[in-house]
């Protein structure tokens, strides 16, 4: 909930105690009239870039009543607004995007080895004038590119939401105070609850008292259906997936016109473009898994008494006489019979929820994949290219299937290790030190000690040939079936995320 003031109305403007009538009718999760439930688009609240995610106000118009809402977005209006938006993004658009532009991407790859496309970049004849380990077209890459922040950014997904800035009028007083006494009604009525977790997030009163309020209103015995996800780590994944792209595609389209005594030339370029990309994710990661661990620590240890209230921060004042604390509290022992006993609701049931989203869910496997999606489109590049040139007694059709295999290895298999050997290590080396700089520099070589093995080892693959006429379609699918499974091993039984322990139990949660 936004920072404000629960606002008096109806009845409880004339009641001696008025935060006593307040909490009564918050805590029935009754909404106060048939017209005040509502819920909005996923799309619409993600529109103008987050417009609604900096506090817009005139937005009213966008929701609808509804009965039931399939999503609460909690979070804290206190942490970065753009972070918010692109993590939503990657929530909801991310695997829509990395499949169209995919397919986008095959496409033109299809259309480039039937020549309907021209050569972009590099000699008309890749064979007459570049080296076989050169051939590479563009197309793939761009259109794939294109696709993905086009659908990433302007996907409009359809399910119902609510964010209050938009499903309460904030302009109208009425319908504000009558939305914000049934907060309630749309806590009750939300099936899930999505919690864009950042530092700030469990020192505020309204985000602590939104959690109680979805844990109370589920039936005995139901396990909230609880989604977190950290508004730190989004970004994170989009600088790795234009890091992918740069280092795939633009640099391996750079090395075209390069001689063979100018190659140094594309490893000075790729130098920055790691720092940039891979090293920032690094430290971002390390300063990651230790917020993790110190949000552990204070919802280890968290009481009402300790989280902020705008109310008491402004020095009440803008409240007329009534605090939020004050009701909240009376709220929680209305809910749970007691403050002590949600602090201990807090301490354990919402820990482990806490425990189980931060060791699995920022670091899924298909979250990573996603992100690598660059890998496939050069690759896909490289297929076309070999299609499109191969000449003599090769077969093209047999060049392009190796290559397509090829990469299918290097995404799904050797890629998402990399990337799983990176996070584990940052983890390892969360501790702050003063040797910031190295600590960020050794998970990152050690991802590319990994991935200078996997191209030895591809290197080797190449020098043998099990079948003849096969054009090392086997040695790549020997790679594949190498990579692949180790891939999914690691992320099944390992993970990239963080190896934590919640204080009240005696067992790990990978």
Not at 102 to 118: D, H, R, T
Not at 236 to 243: A, F, G, V
Request: aromatic content about 12%; proline content about 4%; charged content about 15%.
């Amino acid at each position: 909930m936004q920072a404000t003031q629960i606002p008096a109305t109806g009845d409880v403007r004339r009641a001696a105690h008025p935060s006593d009538n307040i909490a009564e009718v918050v805590t029935r999760m009754k909404p106060v009239s048939a017209t005040v439930l509502r819920a909005t688009r996923a799309c619409d609240a993600l529109d103008n870039f987050g417009c609604a995610l900096r506090g817009c106000t005139t937005m009213h118009h966008l929701s609808y009543q509804a009965e039931t809402i399939s999503m609460f977005w909690s979070h804290s209006w206190h942490g970065e607004a753009w972070r918010k938006w692109i993590t939503l993004l990657l929530f909801y658009n991310g695997q829509t995007a990395a499949a169209i532009a995919c397919f986008g991407s095959a496409v033109a790859s299809l259309l480039f080895a039937l020549e309907v496309l021209p050569v972009l970049i590099g000699p008309d004849n890749y064979s007459e004038n570049v080296p076989k380990s050169m051939w590479q077209s563009f197309w793939a890459a761009l259109v794939g590119m294109i696709l993905y922040l086009s659908v990433l950014v302007f996907w409009r997904p359809s399910g119902s939401i609510f964010l209050d800035v938009i499903c309460i009028d904030q302009t109208n007083k009425s319908g504000k105070s009558d939305g914000l006494l049934s907060i309630g009604a749309f806590l009750k009525s939300s099936q899930s609850m999505l919690v864009l977790w950042d530092a700030t997030y469990s020192d505020r009163l309204w985000t602590m008292f939104e959690i109680a309020g979805f844990l109370k209103s589920r039936r005995e015995g139901e396990r909230p259906r609880i989604v977190l996800r950290p508004t730190m780590l989004g970004p994170c994944y989009l600088l790795q997936t234009l890091t992918v792209f740069l280092v795939y595609s633009v640099l391996d389209n750079i090395s075209v016109h390069l001689s063979a005594d100018q190659q140094w030339v594309l490893w000075v370029l790729y130098v920055p473009v790691c720092f940039c990309g891979l090293y920032i994710n690094t430290a971002t990661f390390r300063i990651y898994f230790r917020s993790v661990n110190d949000s552990m620590d204070r919802l280890a240890r968290w009481s009402l008494a300790d989280v902020n209230c705008f109310c008491c921060d402004d020095g009440h004042k803008q409240s007329r006489g009534l605090c939020d604390r004050e009701i909240v509290l009376k709220c929680m022992r209305t809910w749970f019979g007691s403050v002590e006993e949600f602090e201990k609701r807090v301490r354990t049931e919402l820990l482990d929820i806490f425990v189980h989203e931060q060791s699995r869910q920022p670091f899924t496997y298909r979250q990573v994949v996603t992100a690598l999606v660059p890998v496939i489109w050069s690759y896909l590049d490289r297929a076309s290219a070999w299609s499109r040139f191969t000449t003599g007694s090769d077969d093209p059709r047999i060049q392009a299937s190796r290559e397509i295999i090829r990469g299918l290895a290097w995404w799904l298999g050797v890629a998402p290790v990399a990337f799983l050997i990176q996070c584990r290590l940052a983890c390892l080396l969360q501790r702050k030190t003063n040797c910031e700089p190295l600590l960020n520099l050794l998970p990152l070589l050690a991802s590319v000690f990994f991935i200078l093995a996997a191209l030895l080892l591809e290197q080797l693959l190449f020098q043998h040939r099990f079948i003849r006429g096969d054009g090392h379609v086997v040695n790549m699918a020997l790679l594949a079936a190498a990579g692949l499974p180790l891939a999914w091993l690691l992320y099944r039984y390992v993970g990239a995320g963080p190896m934590v322990r919640a204080p009240t139990r005696s067992w790990n949660v990978l």
